[in-house]
């Protein structure tokens, strides 16, 4: 079963975005994308961002 995990090999910040690429099997810079256009349309990456780096376990 796949989980959800911060990766800290490809990672730039806290590995949220690589963690979600690589579960979603993704390239990393289509998630890193997704999450700077919804932090510029309304903040809601930034807080997507800050929980899934709270709550997600590192690889």
Same mark, same amino acid.
Request: proline share 2%; hydrophobic share 60%; charged share 15%.
């Given at each position: 079963?796949?989980? +959800?995990?911060? @990766?800290?090999?490809?990672?730039k910040i806290?590995? /949220?975005?690589?963690?979600?690429? $690589?579960?979603? $099997? /993704? @390239? /990393?810079?289509?998630?890193?994308?997704?999450?700077?256009?919804?932090?510029?349309?309304?903040?809601?990456?930034? %807080?997507?961002y800050l929980?899934? %780096?709270? +709550?997600?376990?590192?690889?």
């Amino acid at each position: 079963m796949k989980r +959800l995990t911060l @990766d800290r090999a490809n990672r730039k910040i806290a590995g /949220v975005c690589a963690g979600i690429a $690589n579960y979603l $099997n /993704v @390239d /990393v810079t289509v998630v890193r994308i997704i999450f700077l256009i919804s932090l510029v349309c309304g903040g809601l990456g930034l %807080w997507a961002y800050l929980i899934v %780096w709270a +709550l997600a376990p590192e690889a």
